[in-house]
Protein backbone atom coordinates (compact mmCIF):
# COMPACT_ATOMS: atom_id res chain seq x y z
CA UNK A 1 0.00 0.00 0.00
CA UNK A 2 2.52 2.56 1.35
CA UNK A 3 4.65 1.94 -2.07
CA UNK A 4 1.60 2.43 -4.48
CA UNK A 5 1.09 5.57 -2.00
CA UNK A 6 5.27 7.02 -2.39
CA UNK A 7 3.91 6.40 -6.71
CA UNK A 8 1.68 8.89 -6.28
CA UNK A 9 -1.69 7.24 -5.51
CA UNK A 10 -4.35 7.80 -3.51
CA UNK A 11 -5.19 4.83 -0.84
CA UNK A 12 -8.05 3.32 0.43
CA UNK A 13 -7.24 0.88 2.43
CA UNK A 14 -10.04 -1.53 3.53
CA UNK A 15 -9.97 -4.31 6.14
CA UNK A 16 -12.20 -5.90 8.16
CA UNK A 17 -10.42 -4.64 11.23
CA UNK A 18 -10.75 -0.94 11.07
CA UNK A 19 -9.06 0.08 13.05
CA UNK A 20 -5.61 -1.77 12.03
CA UNK A 21 -6.78 -0.18 8.40
CA UNK A 22 -6.50 3.48 10.26
CA UNK A 23 -3.09 2.40 11.82
CA UNK A 24 -1.68 1.91 7.93
CA UNK A 25 -4.03 4.98 6.69
CA UNK A 26 -1.98 7.08 9.11
CA UNK A 27 1.28 5.81 8.27
CA UNK A 28 0.92 6.99 4.48
CA UNK A 29 -0.60 10.54 5.67
CA UNK A 30 2.27 10.76 8.07
CA UNK A 31 4.42 10.34 5.12
CA UNK A 32 2.84 13.01 2.66
CA UNK A 33 0.58 10.23 0.69
CA UNK A 34 -3.47 10.44 0.32
CA UNK A 35 -4.97 7.71 2.55
CA UNK A 36 -8.67 7.05 3.83
CA UNK A 37 -9.55 3.67 5.61
CA UNK A 38 -12.86 1.77 4.70
CA UNK A 39 -13.89 -0.87 7.55
CA UNK A 40 -15.73 -3.71 6.09
CA UNK A 41 -16.46 -7.87 5.50
CA UNK A 42 -14.83 -8.09 1.89
CA UNK A 43 -17.19 -11.40 2.17
CA UNK A 44 -19.94 -9.28 2.78
CA UNK A 45 -22.07 -8.00 -0.52
CA UNK A 46 -22.11 -4.58 1.52
CA UNK A 47 -18.72 -4.29 -0.42
CA UNK A 48 -20.81 -2.36 -2.62
CA UNK A 49 -21.53 0.66 -0.18
CA UNK A 50 -17.51 0.73 0.56
CA UNK A 51 -17.03 0.84 -2.79
CA UNK A 52 -19.25 4.01 -3.59
CA UNK A 53 -17.43 5.48 -0.65
CA UNK A 54 -14.11 5.36 -1.60
CA UNK A 55 -14.88 6.57 -5.14
CA UNK A 56 -16.65 9.88 -3.94
CA UNK A 57 -13.95 10.50 -1.59
CA UNK A 58 -10.74 9.62 -3.98
CA UNK A 59 -12.05 8.78 -7.73
CA UNK A 60 -12.14 6.71 -10.20
CA UNK A 61 -9.75 3.43 -9.32
CA UNK A 62 -6.75 2.73 -11.20
CA UNK A 63 -5.62 -0.39 -9.02
CA UNK A 64 -6.93 -3.27 -7.48
CA UNK A 65 -5.25 -5.45 -4.93
CA UNK A 66 -6.96 -8.19 -3.17
CA UNK A 67 -5.26 -8.91 -0.36
CA UNK A 68 -7.93 -9.78 2.47
CA UNK A 69 -7.35 -13.63 3.37
CA UNK A 70 -7.10 -15.82 6.11
CA UNK A 71 -5.62 -19.51 6.05
CA UNK A 72 -6.69 -22.53 8.24
CA UNK A 73 -3.47 -24.07 9.09
CA UNK A 74 -5.03 -27.25 9.97
CA UNK A 75 -5.21 -30.76 8.30
CA UNK A 76 -8.05 -31.33 5.64
CA UNK A 77 -9.46 -34.35 7.21
CA UNK A 78 -9.84 -32.59 10.59
CA UNK A 79 -11.27 -29.51 8.90
CA UNK A 80 -14.67 -28.84 9.93
CA UNK A 81 -17.39 -27.17 7.71
CA UNK A 82 -17.17 -24.05 9.33
CA UNK A 83 -13.96 -23.53 8.75
CA UNK A 84 -14.10 -24.49 4.82
CA UNK A 85 -17.12 -21.95 4.24
CA UNK A 86 -14.69 -19.49 5.95
CA UNK A 87 -11.83 -19.80 4.12
CA UNK A 88 -13.26 -20.12 1.02
CA UNK A 89 -15.92 -17.37 1.45
CA UNK A 90 -13.03 -14.65 2.43
CA UNK A 91 -10.53 -15.87 0.07
CA UNK A 92 -12.26 -17.34 -2.88
CA UNK A 93 -16.26 -15.22 -2.52
CA UNK A 94 -13.99 -11.92 -1.50
CA UNK A 95 -12.06 -11.22 -4.25
CA UNK A 96 -15.62 -12.14 -6.22
CA UNK A 97 -17.11 -9.23 -4.68
CA UNK A 98 -14.43 -6.63 -4.64
CA UNK A 99 -12.84 -6.69 -7.72
CA UNK A 100 -16.77 -6.73 -9.19
CA UNK A 101 -17.51 -3.59 -7.26
CA UNK A 102 -13.81 -1.91 -7.85
CA UNK A 103 -12.59 -2.99 -11.13
CA UNK A 104 -10.06 -0.46 -12.16
CA UNK A 105 -12.04 1.59 -14.05
CA UNK A 106 -10.19 1.71 -17.08
CA UNK A 107 -9.55 -1.93 -17.71
CA UNK A 108 -10.82 -4.07 -20.49
CA UNK A 109 -12.75 -5.82 -17.79
CA UNK A 110 -14.48 -3.17 -16.67
CA UNK A 111 -15.41 -2.01 -20.52
CA UNK A 112 -16.28 -4.97 -21.28
CA UNK A 113 -20.11 -5.76 -22.52
CA UNK A 114 -22.02 -8.53 -23.32
CA UNK A 115 -19.42 -11.33 -25.46
CA UNK A 116 -20.36 -13.21 -28.47
CA UNK A 117 -18.85 -16.81 -28.01
CA UNK A 118 -18.89 -17.38 -31.61
CA UNK A 119 -17.33 -14.47 -32.67
CA UNK A 120 -14.41 -14.29 -29.97
CA UNK A 121 -13.66 -17.86 -30.52
CA UNK A 122 -13.06 -17.05 -33.85
CA UNK A 123 -9.83 -14.68 -32.14
CA UNK A 124 -8.40 -17.81 -30.31
CA UNK A 125 -5.51 -19.05 -31.39
CA UNK A 126 -7.25 -22.37 -32.35
CA UNK A 127 -9.94 -20.64 -33.82
CA UNK A 128 -12.80 -22.19 -32.29
CA UNK A 129 -15.01 -22.51 -29.22
CA UNK A 130 -14.22 -25.66 -26.58
CA UNK A 131 -15.95 -28.41 -26.93
CA UNK A 132 -17.14 -30.93 -24.12
CA UNK A 133 -14.72 -33.79 -25.44
CA UNK A 134 -11.46 -30.92 -25.27
CA UNK A 135 -12.35 -30.80 -21.06
CA UNK A 136 -13.17 -34.97 -21.26
CA UNK A 137 -9.77 -35.68 -22.75
CA UNK A 138 -8.00 -33.13 -19.86
CA UNK A 139 -9.71 -34.49 -17.51
CA UNK A 140 -9.30 -38.71 -19.02
CA UNK A 141 -5.27 -37.71 -18.55
CA UNK A 142 -5.66 -36.31 -15.13
CA UNK A 143 -7.43 -39.18 -13.71
CA UNK A 144 -4.62 -42.07 -15.45
CA UNK A 145 -2.26 -43.80 -14.47
CA UNK A 146 0.22 -42.41 -16.68
CA UNK A 147 -0.59 -39.43 -14.79
CA UNK A 148 0.39 -40.78 -11.95
CA UNK A 149 2.94 -38.29 -10.00
CA UNK A 150 1.30 -35.40 -11.33
CA UNK A 151 -0.37 -33.52 -8.68
CA UNK A 152 -1.76 -29.82 -7.73
CA UNK A 153 -1.58 -28.96 -11.30
CA UNK A 154 -4.16 -26.75 -13.50
CA UNK A 155 -4.50 -27.88 -16.70
CA UNK A 156 -5.33 -24.97 -18.89
CA UNK A 157 -8.26 -26.03 -21.45
CA UNK A 158 -8.94 -22.87 -23.12
CA UNK A 159 -8.41 -23.30 -27.08
CA UNK A 160 -4.99 -20.80 -26.59
CA UNK A 161 -6.87 -18.46 -24.53
CA UNK A 162 -3.94 -17.73 -21.56
CA UNK A 163 -1.27 -18.55 -23.38
CA UNK A 164 0.97 -17.67 -20.32
N1 LIG B 1 1.99 -14.16 4.66
C1 LIG B 1 2.40 -15.05 3.78
O1 LIG B 1 3.58 -15.40 3.73
C2 LIG B 1 1.45 -15.65 2.79
C3 LIG B 1 1.97 -16.49 1.81
C4 LIG B 1 1.11 -17.04 0.86
C5 LIG B 1 -0.24 -16.78 0.92
N2 LIG B 1 -0.71 -15.97 1.89
C6 LIG B 1 -2.15 -15.75 1.90
O2 LIG B 1 -2.41 -14.35 1.84
C7 LIG B 1 -3.58 -14.05 2.62
C8 LIG B 1 -3.24 -13.00 3.66
O3 LIG B 1 -2.18 -13.48 4.47
P1 LIG B 1 -1.43 -12.52 5.48
O4 LIG B 1 -0.27 -13.25 6.03
O5 LIG B 1 -1.22 -11.17 4.90
O6 LIG B 1 -2.54 -12.47 6.62
P2 LIG B 1 -2.83 -11.33 7.68
O7 LIG B 1 -3.71 -11.97 8.70
O8 LIG B 1 -1.56 -10.66 8.09
O9 LIG B 1 -3.65 -10.24 6.85
C9 LIG B 1 -4.92 -10.52 6.38
C10 LIG B 1 -5.73 -9.27 6.54
O10 LIG B 1 -7.01 -9.54 5.97
C11 LIG B 1 -7.97 -9.01 6.84
N3 LIG B 1 -9.22 -9.76 6.66
C12 LIG B 1 -9.48 -11.04 7.01
N4 LIG B 1 -10.73 -11.35 6.67
C13 LIG B 1 -11.27 -10.26 6.09
C14 LIG B 1 -12.53 -9.97 5.52
N5 LIG B 1 -13.49 -10.90 5.48
N6 LIG B 1 -12.74 -8.75 5.01
C15 LIG B 1 -11.77 -7.79 5.04
N7 LIG B 1 -10.55 -8.02 5.56
C16 LIG B 1 -10.31 -9.24 6.08
C17 LIG B 1 -7.41 -9.19 8.24
O11 LIG B 1 -8.03 -8.33 9.16
C18 LIG B 1 -5.94 -8.87 8.00
O12 LIG B 1 -5.69 -7.50 8.15
C19 LIG B 1 -4.03 -15.39 3.24
O13 LIG B 1 -5.05 -15.93 2.44
C20 LIG B 1 -2.79 -16.23 3.18
O14 LIG B 1 -3.09 -17.60 3.11
C21 LIG B 1 0.10 -15.41 2.81
Known amino acids: MSQEAARGASVAVGDLNLEGAEKTASVIQEAGGVAIAVGGDAADAAVAGAAALIRRELGSVAILVNKAGVTACQPLVSMGEDAWDRMIGINLKGPFLVTRELVPDDTPLARQGPV ?5 AAHLPMKRAGRPEDVAYAVAYLA ?21
Open 144 to 164: SEEAGYVTGQTLGTNGGRHLV
Open 116 to 120: DIGAA
